[in-house]
């Protein structure tokens, strides 16, 4: 085996579909080739959706697959204390604010910049009297939000590699994104990175709609000395209207394809095809 170590790291808020697929087979194929240890990850931090059903069917599906994992899956359910422990670190370098701003808060806010996803935060509760942010720590519900500016400070520049290539850090890339939630205590991005360092990841092979939140992972690793990751953010396959694969635009679950008889080998090839489709797509 060589040193790398690779993850897949399903949220088990659904069904897994052929966009699931890809992305676990590219980050399976790259660790194989390598002759590297494949880690699974079941990311179940949002207790309304996540369900225990659907991370038994990602196990069924992936097997299916022709996936094996190397170690026990990592539930991030199980690892809040861990979560807590680097949020508690952030705080004492002065990196996170509390924020007490409602979605509509928000959507109201005159200056809104834009991001990847939408409007970023403006940054409403960023600078807040220390009198006024204990009163209201102490009566109403808030998140953490990343001072990004202040991130960058204490960080200074930072880079990462993707596919290969530097790519230089822009701490505010998502703005002062959610770092713990107020239902949570943490968020996709505090736990990510923290399990990522945990399960010792060295090459983090996922879609490129993720690649904006890569920004945020590099600076939440320098900010708590943690290793950076190499990273190899892939293409999105598309279904047939050339829109992404998504749970939203009724992407086939897997297990509806297996009921109908496909196999495994079924997928890959459907996969190729679908990706020879978008490369000739982007070539038009
Ligand atoms: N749970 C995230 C997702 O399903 C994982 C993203 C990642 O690979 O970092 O999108």
Redesign the pocket.
């Known amino acids: 085996m060589s040193g790398i170590t690779c993850r897949f790291?399903?949220?088990p808020t659904g069904r897994l579909h052929l966009g699931h697929a890809y992305s676990a087979l590219s980050a399976y194929d790259f660790t194989r080739a390598n002759g590297g240890r494949f880690l699974l990850r079941i990311?179940d931090i949002d207790e309304g959706r996540s369900r225990a059903a659907f991370a038994d069917a990602i196990f069924e599906d992936l097997q299916w697959l022709g996936i094996r994992w190397d170690a026990q899956p990592l539930f991030q359910s199980t690892r809040r204390t861990a979560y807590a422990q680097a949020l508690e670190t952030l705080r004492s370098l002065g990196a996170v604010y509390p924020c007490f701003c409602t979605r509509r808060d928000i959507a109201a806010a005159p200056s809104a910049p834009h991001g990847p996803d939408g409007p970023l935060y403006p940054g409403t509760c960023r600078h807040m009297a220390e009198a006024d942010r204990e009163r209201r720590m102490a009566a109403e519900a808030f998140a953490w939000r990343l001072d990004a500016q202040a991130a960058a400070v204490q960080t200074g520049p930072l880079s990462f590699t993707n596919l290969g290539r530097r790519v230089e850090v822009d701490p505010g890339r998502l703005g002062d994104v959610v770092i713990a939630r107020k239902d949570a205590g943490t968020s996709?991005h505090l736990a990510?990175t923290v399990d990522d360092a945990f399960q010792g990841v060295s090459d983090?092979v996922?879609g490129v709609d993720?690649l904006p939140s890569t920004h945020v992972h590099r600076t939440l690793q320098a900010l708590l000395g943690l290793a950076a990751p190499d990273y190899h953010h892939h293409a999105l396959i598309a279904g047939p209207d050339g829109e992404r694969l998504a749970k939203r635009n009724g992407a086939e679950p897997l297990a509806d394809l297996r009921a109908k008889g496909w196999t495994a080998a079924d997928v890959r090839t459907e996969l190729t095809r679908l990706a020879a489709s978008r490369a000739s797509a982007d070539l038009a």
Do not use: Q, V
Request: hydrophobic share 45%; net charge neutral; no cysteine.
């Open positions: 790291a399903p949220s990311e996709y990510a983090i996922r993720l």
